[in-house]
């Protein structure tokens, strides 16, 4: 089988509303690339990347140049090609990588009639289990949805647990003042019952502030939250060294998808700790297969993984579903932005939660069909909105976030953003 052609597509889709982050904001939509890859034999895979925002469609057209005429079960041949790692310091393309290598391993599925997990070793687990993922927003179209106060953020997390069934709760941090937030994530874990101690009584919760805290703010507010039921402290601060600090003086693990996000950094982290759970991410890391081997080397030296989410549509969100569904030492909920998108396009409509988890795809390949329609309604939305400056804050034109950061949003600013949706 050759690939004779790669077809991308660029779509936005709307979030319920507006997501705010360490590093600004998602601006009520996420731009994603659609990737398809066709083949000789009549079979086409299905791929996705984000890219910041922008449109990817100029990369993926140029990998034609390497990938026509290659045959896609060579998934090996093909990382070397398209990312080797010394050749990446003039071109990194490990998210390109990432999309290429879901849509072979969707046409390998579909030519084999097997679902990706069973390629890749077999599901061990018929359901992936989802953290609820609690960011502030500014209100979404209509004016609905604003999350900026502790009782907006508490009722929040309330509804989400009430509508999908989360027990995890993922807090997303570092937009207000950490001694401030520190209320807040007190305030959810008191409204989910992770304040009666470390165990199994009550929900479990994370916070994650994307890495801006100073090393002795991320101590104080670690040592603030030792009582309560954390399944990790995420990326705190920035950086391997910092973390192996916050380490010494916090009794809760560690975790991050931002300074292990390859092999190298891994054997870095492995030689000298300063994280104890790796959050696997299928696109940051190149693919399903990477985050496998990965996996496989934290079971050996028995550090924890998770399944981290980069915002995701249904195609990618199957690539976490097979991760999830075949590593034996998932020992956390997987994180996902989907519950946040007011739609998807793919056939059938949003994937559905049942008691917190999503069931994994049995059908050939990653198991999901594009929605033409909905391809088609999501591309013309992204015609007429176009890209946005990913990360940056609408309220605060010019702004950015240092690290450690001391730019903090004020909880007290109610003004609304104009964005157009
Ligand atoms: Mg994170």
């Given at each position: 089988?050759?690939?004779?052609?790669?077809?991308?597509?660029?779509?936005t889709?709307p979030?319920e509303?507006?997501?705010?982050?360490?590093?600004?904001?998602?601006?009520?939509?996420?731009?994603?690339?659609?990737?398809?890859?066709?083949?000789?034999?009549?079979?086409?895979?299905?791929?996705?990347?984000g890219?910041?925002?922008?449109?990817?469609?100029a990369?993926?057209r140029?990998m034609?140049?390497?990938?026509v005429?290659?045959?896609p079960?060579r998934?090996?041949?093909?990382r070397?090609?398209?990312?080797?790692?010394?050749?990446?310091?003039?071109?990194n393309?490990t998210?390109?990588?990432?999309?290429?290598?879901?849509?072979?391993?969707?046409?390998l599925?579909?030519?084999?009639n097997?679902p990706?997990?069973?390629?890749?070793?077999?599901?061990l687990?018929?359901?992936?289990?989802?953290?609820?993922y609690?960011?502030?927003?500014?209100?979404?179209?209509?004016?609905?949805?604003?999350?900026?106060?502790?009782?907006?953020?508490?009722?929040?997390?309330?509804?989400?647990?009430?509508?999908?069934?989360?027990?995890?709760?993922?807090f997303?941090?570092?937009?207000?003042?950490?001694?401030?937030e520190?209320?807040y994530?007190?305030?959810v874990?008191?409204a989910?019952?992770?304040?009666?101690?470390?165990?199994?009584?009550?929900?479990r919760?994370?916070?994650d502030?994307?890495?801006?805290?100073?090393?002795?703010?991320?101590?104080?507010?670690?040592?603030?939250?030792e009582?309560l039921?954390?399944?990790?402290?995420?990326?705190?601060?920035?950086?391997?060294?910092?973390?192996?600090?916050?380490?010494?003086?916090?009794?809760?693990?560690?975790?991050?998808?931002?300074?292990?996000?390859?092999?190298?950094?891994?054997?870095a982290?492995?030689?000298?700790?300063?994280?104890?759970?790796?959050?696997?991410?299928?696109?940051?890391?190149g693919?399903?297969?990477?985050?496998?081997?990965?996996?496989?080397?934290?079971?050996?030296?028995?550090?924890?993984?998770?399944?981290?989410s980069?915002g995701?549509?249904?195609?990618?969100?199957a690539?976490?579903?097979?991760?999830g569904?075949?590593?034996?030492?998932?020992?956390?909920?997987?994180?996902a932005?989907?519950?946040?998108?007011a739609?998807?396009?793919?056939?059938?409509?949003?994937?559905?939660?049942?008691?917190?988890?999503?069931?994994?795809?049995?059908?050939?390949?990653?198991g999901?069909k594009?929605?033409?329609?909905?391809?088609?309604?999501?591309?013309?939305?992204?015609k007429?909105?176009?890209?946005?400056?990913?990360?940056q804050?609408?309220?605060?034109?010019?702004?950015?976030?240092?690290?450690?950061?001391?730019?903090?949003?004020d909880?007290?600013d109610?003004?609304?953003?104009?964005?157009?949706?």
């Open positions: 089988m050759k690939i004779i052609d790669i077809k991308a597509t660029t779509v889709v979030l509303a507006p997501l705010r982050h360490a590093n600004g904001c998602h601006w009520g939509r996420f731009v994603r690339t659609i990737v398809e890859v066709e083949t000789d034999e009549g079979i086409t895979g299905l791929g996705e990347m890219g910041g925002g922008e449109s990817a469609e990369t993926f140029a034609k140049a390497y990938l005429g290659h045959d079960a998934l090996e041949e093909m070397f090609k398209i990312a080797n790692p010394t050749a990446s310091l003039y071109n393309r998210q390109v990588l990432a999309a290429l290598e879901f849509a072979c391993l969707d046409i599925g579909q030519k084999w097997a990706v997990h069973a390629i890749l070793g077999g599901k687990q018929d359901r992936v289990p989802f953290a609820s609690l960011f502030f927003r500014y209100p979404g179209a209509g004016g609905k949805g604003e999350v900026r106060t502790i009782d907006q953020m508490v009722a929040h997390a309330k509804e989400l647990k009430q509508r999908f069934g989360f027990t995890t709760h993922k997303k941090g570092g937009v207000f003042a950490p001694e401030i520190l209320e994530y007190r305030a874990a008191k989910v019952g992770a304040d009666q101690g470390i165990g199994r009584k009550g929900d919760v994370r916070y502030p994307n890495g801006v805290l100073s090393t002795e703010q991320a101590i104080r507010f670690g040592q603030a939250i009582d039921n954390n399944d990790y402290f995420e990326d705190p601060v920035y950086g391997l060294a910092a973390l192996r600090r916050v380490r010494d003086f916090v009794r809760i693990p560690t975790a991050t998808n931002t300074v292990v996000v390859g092999f190298e950094q891994l054997a982290n492995v030689i000298n700790a300063g994280v104890d759970v790796i959050l696997l991410d299928t696109t940051f890391w693919g399903i297969r990477q985050c496998v081997k990965a996996a496989g080397v934290c079971e050996t030296l028995q550090l924890g993984v998770a399944v981290h980069s995701e549509l249904g195609i990618q969100l690539t976490m579903l097979h991760l569904a075949v590593i034996p030492n998932l020992s956390f909920a997987a994180d932005h989907y519950h946040h998108l739609d998807d396009i793919i056939v059938g409509g949003k994937f559905k939660y049942e008691c917190g988890s999503i069931k994994v795809p049995d059908a050939p390949g990653l999901i594009l929605d033409r329609d909905k391809v088609n309604q999501y591309a013309e939305l992204y007429k909105l176009g890209s946005y400056p990913y990360d804050d609408p309220l605060r034109p010019g702004w950015t976030p240092t690290i450690p950061n001391n730019r903090w949003a909880p007290n109610a003004r609304l953003p104009e964005i157009k949706f």
